[in-house]
């Protein structure tokens, strides 16, 4: 299982913190978006105009990377952090 | 309010004592011989709006992650002897600490150009968002300067 984290304000169109994908055992980010847009076209279309920053387990990654069964993705707006 | 604690970056929701966490950085070592200190604190208007109520929100374990290489970096790049980030999240307060960013060194100038650095890094690369809520309503901030 994939799991795909919301933050801020998708954590509010979403209408949750995450939820959980089983894609197999490696799959791509843009397989990962085509499950979300199933159910939450909104926050597809803010990934594919590029106004969100993917992580992989902590890390930002491109949007063409590969993922794995058991990773944990995050899809974070623009961070507003220091005061 | 808490006093410093052993952890030199860390991510809470309780108010810290400034002084305390000063103190505690200067027994690093007997060769500091400067300081530099950034306090972000709560505004009280954002865009020309009052702001009613400020929350912070972070990625657990990647914000700490990033706040831990910041400060690696920051000690490895600028020559530092020592340094403290803490961030708090949850609601705060108008003109309540929000984030403290400590720069401890042999001499100022390292010091200064580090803290500058680190408080930029944090707001380009840690997961944290601030929500204000104005009389126009809520707005989860995009970015700030």
């Not at chain 1, 199933?38 to 803010?46: C, S, V």
């Not at chain 2, 808490?2 to 030199?8: F, L, W, Y």
């Not at chain 2, 860390?10 to 108010?15: H, M």
């Not at chain 2, 027994?27 to 011989?33: A, L, M, V």
Request: glycine share 8%.
């Amino acid at each position: 299982m994939i799991t795909v984290k919301y933050f801020a304000n998708l954590k509010q169109i979403a209408g949750k913190d995450e939820e959980r994908f089983d894609l197999g055992k490696e799959t791509t980010l843009d397989q990962v978006w085509e499950a979300i847009s199933q159910t939450l076209p909104q926050i597809a279309t803010l990934i594919k105009e590029k106004k969100i920053m993917v992580a992989v387990n902590y890390d930002v990654v491109s949007l063409d990377a590969v993922v794995h069964d058991g990773d944990e993705i995050a899809l974070l707006p623009p961070f507003s952090g220091g005061s | 309010m808490r006093s410093a604690t052993e952890s030199k970056v860390r991510i809470q929701k309780e108010d810290f004592s400034v002084t305390d966490e000063i103190e505690f950085m200067k027994k690093s070592s007997r060769n500091i011989g400067g300081i530099t200190v950034f306090l972000g604190t709560g505004r009280e208007t954002s865009k020309g709006e009052k702001i009613a109520d400020l929350n912070f929100e972070h990625y657990p374990q990647m914000a700490e992650k990033k706040l831990a290489e910041i400060r690696e970096k920051g000690i490895a790049d600028f020559g530092l002897i020592d340094m403290s980030i803490v961030h708090r999240i949850g609601h705060i307060d108008i003109g309540d600490n929000i984030v403290l960013i400590i720069t401890c060194g042999e001499h100022r100038q390292e010091t200064f150009k580090a803290c500058e650095w680190a408080i930029s890094e944090l707001k380009r690369t840690t997961p944290i968002w601030k929500r204000e809520t104005t009389t126009k309503g809520e707005v989860w901030v995009q970015a700030t300067p």
